[in-house]
C-alpha cells in the first residue's frame, strides 16, 4: 500500500496488527477507568450528599498527575514504553481490588462513611500518580507503532476508540449501579482492566529513542516545556483546552442534576453521563471517513465556543430528554475539538520529545478535567448548582473569545 493509499483509507492503522491490539486492550481498560470513575462519583455523592465532595475527587487525582506530568515526560522518553505502560495498567487494576475491598459489606460495617470517603479519595490520589506516567505512553506508543504518513488516521482512531470506551463505561455502569450494586460493578471493572492488560502485553517491546546529545534530568524536562511554549499552535490549543473544561466541566454536577434537580435515578445518570461521548464517538466515526480538510484551527475555536452555549442550556433545563440532547451536541462539538487537538499534538511533535511533550498534554488535560472537577463543586457550594454551570460556560465562551484575538496562529492554522 503506497502512501497516498494510505492517507485515504480510513482503516489505514488499524490494518497494522500491534495497533490493533493496542486499541482493544485501550478500549477495555479506558472502559474499566470510566466506569470507575462514574461509579466513584455516583458512590461519594451517596456517601455525603455534598456536591463539594465530588469536587474534592478531582483535587485529589490532578495534584499528583499535574505535579508530576513534566518528570513522568522525561522517564517515558528514556524507557521502554511496552514495559511502562503495562506496570501502570497493572497499578491502576491494583486500585480498583482496593475499592473493591472498600466498597464490601464487611468494610461498611466495620467503618463510618466518613472513613469509606476518605479511603475513596486516598486511592484516587494514587491514581494521579499512575496517571502521569500512564497516559502520555499511550500517546508515545501510538506513534511508535504506526508510520507518520498515516499518524493523522491513527490519532482519529485513537480517540474514537476512547471516546467509544467512554460512552460504553458511563452508559454501563449506571444500569449496573442500578441493577447489581456498587461492589459487583467493581468486579467487573477490575475485569475490564485485566482484559485490557492482557491485549496490552501482545505488543513488541518499544525502546527509547537514541537521547545521545539530548540534555538529562531537569533540563530535558524544561526542554519539552520550552518547546510548547516556543510552538505557538501547540500552546494555543493545550491552553484553549485547559480553560475552556476548566469552566465549561459540567459533567462532574450530573449526579447532582441527575438525584436532585431531574430526579432520574441511577439509570438516567448514566445515559447523562454517557451523553456527551455519544455525540463525539458520532462526529469521530464521521471524521475517520470525512477529515476536515481545511480551516481546522478556526473550526476547533467555533466548537468550543458552540460547546460553552451547550453547557449553560443544559444548566437551566428542567427536562430530561432536552439535557440529554444538548449534552450530545456538546459531545459533538467536544469531538471535533478533541481530534484537532491531538492531530496538532502529534504532527507538530519530534519523535525524540514525544514523551515529553505528551506529557505536557496531559498535564494540560488532567488540569482541565479534573481541576474543573474541583471547580465546579467549589463554585457549586459559593453560587448554587445551576449558577455555577450556567458561569461555567460562559467562561468558555469568553475564554474562546481571548484566543480568538490573542491567538491569530491557532485560528489560522491548517494540516
Known amino acids: 500500500m503506497n502512501i497516498i493509499q494510505q492517507k485515504s483509507d480510513p482503516f489505514a492503522a488499524m490494518r497494522i496488527a500491534e495497533f490493533r491490539h493496542l486499541m482493544i486492550g485501550r478500549f477495555s481498560f479506558i472502559m474499566g477507568l470510566r466506569m470507575l470513575g462514574t461509579l466513584v462519583g455516583w458512590w461519594i455523592y451517596e456517601l455525603t450528599n455534598e456536591p463539594f465532595a465530588i469536587g474534592l475527587i478531582g483535587l485529589a487525582e490532578v495534584i499528583p498527575a499535574v505535579s508530576l506530568s513534566l518528570y513522568a515526560g522525561y522517564v517515558i522518553d528514556i524507557s521502554e514504553k511496552r514495559k511502562l505502560l503495562l506496570k501502570g495498567v497493572g497499578f491502576y487494576f491494583t486500585c480498583a481490588v482496593l475499592l473493591l475491598l472498600l466498597s464490601s459489606k464487611y468494610t461498611s460495617a466495620q467503618i463510618s462513611k466518613h472513613w469509606i470517603a ?44 476512547w471516546l467509544s470506551a467512554s460512552v460504553t463505561g458511563h452508559a454501563t455502569v449506571g444500569f449496573l449501579i442500578a441493577l447489581i450494586g456498587n461492589t459487583n460493578s467493581l468486579v467487573i471493572i477490575c475485569c475490564m482492566i485485566l482484559l485490557g492488560l492482557t491485549y ?15 540534555k538529562t534530568g531537569l533540563d530535558s524536562v524544561k526542554e519539552g516545556l520550552v518547546y510548547v511554549y516556543q510552538t505557538k499552535e501547540l500552546l494555543g490549543a493545550l491552553s484553549l483546552d485547559l480553560f475552556a473544561v476548566f469552566f465549561g466541566g459540567a459533567v462532574a454536577m450530573i449526579p447532582v442534576f441527575a438525584k436532585d434537580i431531574l430526579q432520574v435515578g441511577p439509570i438516567g445518570f448514566g445515559w447523562l453521563n454517557a451523553a456527551a461521548d455519544i455525540g463525539a464517538i458520532l462526529i469521530i466515526v464521521l471524521l475517520t471517513f470525512f477529515p476536515i480538510q481545511k480551516g481546522q484551527g478556526k473550526k476547533l475555536l ?4 458552540g460547546f460553552g452555549v451547550c453547557i449553560i442550556i443544559f444548566a437551566l433545563s428542567k427536562l430530561f430528554w432536552l439535557s440529554f440532547a444538548v449534552l450530545v451536541l456538546s459531545g459533538i462539538l467536544d469531538g471535533i475539538s ?51 454551570v450556567v458561569f461555567g460556560g460562559c467562561m468558555t465562551i469568553l475564554v474562546v473569545a481571548i484566543t480568538w484575538v490573542k491567538a491569530p496562529a491557532l485560528r489560522k492554522m491548517e494540516y
Do not use: C
Open 118 to 161: 476518605f479511603g475513596i479519595y486516598i486511592i484516587i490520589f494514587f491514581t494521579g500518580i499512575i496517571r502521569a506516567f500512564t497516559g502520555p505512553t499511550f500517546g508515545t506508543m501510538v506513534a511508535a507503532i504506526v508510520p507518520k504518513s498515516i499518524l493523522q488516521n491513527a490519532t482519529t482512531w485513537n480517540q474514537g476508540i
Open 200 to 214: 496490552m502485553y501482545q505488543i513488541k517491546p518499544k525502546p527509547a529513542l537514541n537521547m545521545k546529545g539530548e
Open 302 to 305: 467555533l466548537a468550543v465556543a
Open 338 to 388: 478533541m481530534i484537532t487537538r491531538g492531530t496538532i499534538v502529534q504532527m507538530r511533535t519530534p519523535d525524540h520529545m514525544r514523551g515529553r511533550v505528551m506529557s505536557v498534554n496531559s498535564m494540560f488535560i488532567n488540569s482541565s478535567n479534573e481541576l474543573g472537577q474541583f471547580e465546579s463543586g467549589m463554585a457549586a457550594k459559593l453560587l448554587g448548582v445551576i449558577p455555577s
